[in-house]
């Protein structure tokens, strides 16, 4: 504080501080900030089918695959606060099976950066990734659930993964 | 280079001056921080919290660095400068004002002074 030089160096270095307290108190503050999001996905049907051929992974010849066909209409608006960077929005299919106990397979996402683009209505969706399991059957399995998820990602905190809904769904026996 | 470290090294604030610019930036950056995150909540828009601490540092820029005047209201009073070599006559004189330092050092100083040539007291003196 005695010259120049030192002044200079004081307060800028007390300025950063101040930045960083700024930004930690901007994450405790828009931590939980209310939401209220409308969310319904419709699941019209799932048709599983055996095989599909690929180089690379051999497995998948005797894989099973299913693919979903749903409807989404949800409306993430009330989610969007002054610390949202985006949301990513994704559909998991949590199941057990004998192998393993908790299974998410992810089925469809979305990144939401704006919140005029944040309804979405969408009619007779197919799930956009490959929904297999590990164990390659898929026929057999009880207690499957389609959820609906949210990952809130905020400029300055921690991102929150919510569950918003979620639909007992039956796989098909054949 | 050396020109620009002169020119940091100028600007000498008094004691109390420090003490009143401290003051002065905690007080600017911390209710800009706290304007700022009002500011931004009524808005609903990040980037003014960091616009507006900005702003906050440049205002604490200006009333802090530059040496006001307010800032040099109390010097420091030093007490004058002694030469060692002169003792005889100068610190003699001034004996009387200075409180602080003992006079038995001064009277060491002037039986040296009177002892040895003037030349090599003053080397010693530069080494201290």
Redesign the interface.
């Known amino acids: 504080m005695y010259n120049v030089l030192q002044r200079i160096s004081s307060v800028t270095s007390f300025g950063l501080s101040a930045l960083m307290a700024m930004m930690f108190a901007i994450s405790i503050i828009t931590i939980n900030m209310s939401n209220n999001p409308d969310i319904s996905v419709k699941l019209h049907d799932i048709k599983i089918t055996k095989g599909r051929p690929d180089y690379f992974d051999k497995t998948s010849r005797n894989a099973e695959f299913a693919r979903l066909t749903f409807d989404i209409d949800a409306d993430l608006s009330s989610m969007f606060n002054w610390n949202t960077k985006q949301l990513f929005a994704y559909i998991t299919v949590d199941y057990p099976t004998a192998k393993k106990k908790n299974n998410n397979v992810v089925i469809w996402d979305r990144i939401i950066t704006k919140k005029q683009r944040s309804t979405l209505r969408m009619r007779k969706h197919h799930n956009k990734y490959l929904f297999r399991d590990i164990g390659l059957k898929l026929r057999d399995v009880e207690g499957a659930k389609l959820t609906f998820r949210v990952n809130s990602v905020p400029y300055f905190g921690i991102m929150q993964d919510q569950v918003l809904d979620s639909y007992d769904i039956t796989m098909p026996q054949i | 280079m050396d020109q620009l470290t002169k020119?940091?090294?100028?600007?000498?604030?008094d004691l109390k001056g420090?003490q009143l610019?401290?003051k002065i930036?905690?007080f600017t950056?911390?209710i800009s921080?706290a304007l700022?995150?009002l500011v931004?909540?009524y808005f609903?828009?990040?980037m003014y919290?960091?616009y507006g601490?900005g702003i906050?540092?440049a205002v604490?820029?200006v009333l802090?660095?530059?040496?006001w005047p307010c800032f040099n209201k109390n010097p420091l009073n030093w007490l004058p400068v002694q030469s060692v070599g002169a003792a005889a006559t100068s610190a003699s004189a001034s004996a009387s004002k200075k409180s602080q330092v003992p006079e038995e050092e001064d009277d060491d100083d002037e039986k040296a002074a009177g002892g040895v040539k003037q030349t090599t007291v003053e080397d010693v003196d530069d080494d201290n």
Request: charged share 10%; aromatic share 12%; hydrophobic share 45%.
């Open positions: 020119l940091l090294e100028k600007g000498q604030i420090q610019a401290e930036y905690t950056l911390f921080g700022s995150i931004s909540i609903n828009e990040i919290s960091f601490l906050g540092l604490s820029w802090v660095i530059p040496p």
